[in-house]
């Protein structure tokens, strides 16, 4: 019996030992010192303490890049180009690395630990994202489950964007969740306005952010995003677009018809926005305003299901079945969409059929 | 059912709010292993595997797909519908598995019972035989689910491949 609490306190005090000199290590020994990154073949250059994560580092540096796991490496997204300096891939990567990226460096850069100096490279874009503080100084119901927040920006105090392009809104800790965490809403405003940004949320049940965003944030408080970020845009080719949305899907579209709408833009656009019900349907008078003042704009709602309750004399089925019967053949168009995967998948499947070249179609589906 | 290290920090995050707002486990004080185990026994004991149940709502989450929003008639008294959010949802259990934010309502034609589930629900009973916790948003107690789904069991617990054979 003595011989077995003896082997068990052996065992155990060699473990605390070598745990101890884990610890050592890691505070003493594994300093990695000054570590330099070069981004973007110098067009930046910045010098750390080297290891924390590469995508703490540039966070730190006020460089943004895109993550919505807060750097666990589980969504995926914090891609960046590596091309020294990196070490082996990880295994903690590579389910999100296809072979081609793996060839051309690409990285997690939360996986990356800096130990070493480091070249890499980041889109262009991403260089001129920016951390703003604002107030939220307007919170309105768009429908039951839809709100639009109105921030006012504080520092910076104005924001430069492409219509069509989307934030990070960070939330913080509340009870029930743990972390901070950042969400990607498209910008919902009017791009002359500089100094505020509109976001229309739609409540996802349970949600971290949105949850947080309906029943805590509260006007006038103070709140912070970064950005712009996303390719989503219009182009500047001139054939009749189609629009297709659902939900709050409304947002990038009401910044480009306010685009549209300033430059007096001529181009043929017809908007299909659909809901389940009535009650879905969001900002239908400010549409119809856009309506009167864009010279070729028609705005279709389409309700697949009213309720009971409710009237409706528009257009029914889903918005998919909308675009079938209104058009034969879309050669000519350009497509833009916006909304969940499923109701962009089912989009793409529609123009495909009705002939739109699919390099013309573009959508921001967040996923 | 022994709790492993990976186990107790996998419980520590599905307690906590970093994936959904109030955890995975509701007020459920039961280890995450016993939790699993309780489930997988009650699975077991219907003669089914959680795949099976699995693959069940996966095949009504697909069937209400076809018309995104509306209630669709899967068969069998079943309607379902699914409402789709944007972004996606990782799996908590360290592998990189991440789902659509797609929930699913099922109710019986005859008697209006419904239940909703998430494609995450799907994949964590599939894959891991958790069905959550109690009081959870989206706890499903496999009992109810089982007959909800009008599941009738074949495969004994040693398909399951939860009990192992006893070497004789």
Redesign the interface.
């Known amino acids: 019996m003595a011989q077995a609490v003896l082997a068990v306190l052996a065992i155990s005090g060699v473990a605390a030992m070598l745990a101890l000199i884990l610890v050592v290590a890691e505070r003493f020994i594994a300093r990695y010192g000054s570590c330099t990154i070069d981004i973007n073949q110098g067009t930046r250059q910045i010098t750390i303490e080297g290891g924390k994560s590469l995508l703490n580092v540039l966070t730190e540096e006020k460089l943004f890049i895109p993550s919505a796991c807060g750097g666990r490496g589980t969504c995926g997204y914090c891609k960046v180009t590596i091309r020294e300096g990196g070490g082996p891939i990880l295994p903690t990567e590579t389910p999100f690395l296809t072979a081609d990226e793996q060839e051309q460096g690409l990285r997690l850069s939360c996986q990356v630990k800096v130990r070493n100096d480091l070249v890499i490279k980041i889109p262009e874009e991403l260089l001129s994202v920016r951390e703003y503080t604002a107030v939220c100084e307007k919170i309105e119901d768009l429908t039951y489950d839809m709100k639009r927040f109105i921030l006012r920006l504080q520092e910076p105090d104005r924001i430069d964007y492409v219509p069509g392009q989307y934030v990070q809104l960070l939330c913080p800790p509340y009870p029930g969740s743990d972390e901070e965490v950042y969400r990607a809403y498209s910008i919902a405003s009017d791009p002359a306005e500089t100094g505020r940004v509109d976001l229309i949320i739609r409540r996802v049940p349970n949600g971290i952010c949105t949850t947080w965003c309906f029943e805590h944030l509260q006007e006038g408080q103070t709140v912070r995003i970064n950005g712009p970020y996303g390719e989503f845009r219009l182009s500047d080719n001139p054939a009749p677009a189609l629009f297709i949305a659902g939900g709050s899907g409304m947002a990038p579209f009401v910044s480009i018809l306010h685009q549209m709408e300033h430059a007096h833009d001529t181009r043929s656009v017809r908007y299909f926005y659909g809901g389940n019900q009535v009650r879905d349907l969001c900002l239908l008078d400010e549409m119809k305003r856009f309506e009167e003042h864009l010279e070729d704009f028609t705005f279709v709602p389409v309700v697949a299901e009213p309720g009971p309750e409710e009237s409706w004399d528009g257009r029914r089925g889903l918005v998919t079945e909308a675009v079938s019967e209104e058009f034969d053949n879309l050669a000519d168009y350009e497509a833009y969409l916006c909304g969940s995967p499923g109701m962009i998948d089912a989009a793409i499947k529609v123009l495909k059929s009705l002939g739109i070249d699919k390099a013309r179609v573009y959508y921001d589906k967040f996923a | 059912m022994k709790q492993s290290p990976d186990m107790a920090r996998l419980e520590q995050v599905l307690r ?7 955890g995975f486990l509701g007020t459920d004080r039961r280890p995450l292993a016993e939790i699993i185990e309780a489930d997988r026994a009650a699975v077991t004991r219907r003669g089914l595997t959680c795949e099976r149940i699995a693959g069940r709502m996966a095949e009504l989450t697909a069937a209400a ?1 076809g ?5 669709v008639d899967a068969g069998g008294g079943l309607q379902v519908r ?7 949802i ?2 908590p259990w360290p ?2 598995a ?1 789902c ?4 699913t309502t099922a109710r019986r034609s005859e008697t209006g019972q419904a239940l909703q589930w998430t494609d995450l629900s799907i994949h964590l009973i599939g894959k891991h035989a958790f069905f959550q916790g109690r009081e959870s ?2 706890r499903m107690e496999p009992d109810a689910l089982i007959d909800f789904l009008g599941l009738t069991g074949e495969a004994t617990a040693e398909d399951a491949g939860i009990w192992p054979t006893p070497k004789r």
């Open positions: 906590s709010g970093r994936i959904v707002r109030g797909m018309r995104l929003g509306t209630w699914a409402e789709e959010h944007k972004g996606l990782v799996c592998h990189p991440r659509r934010k797609r929930i948003a989206f």
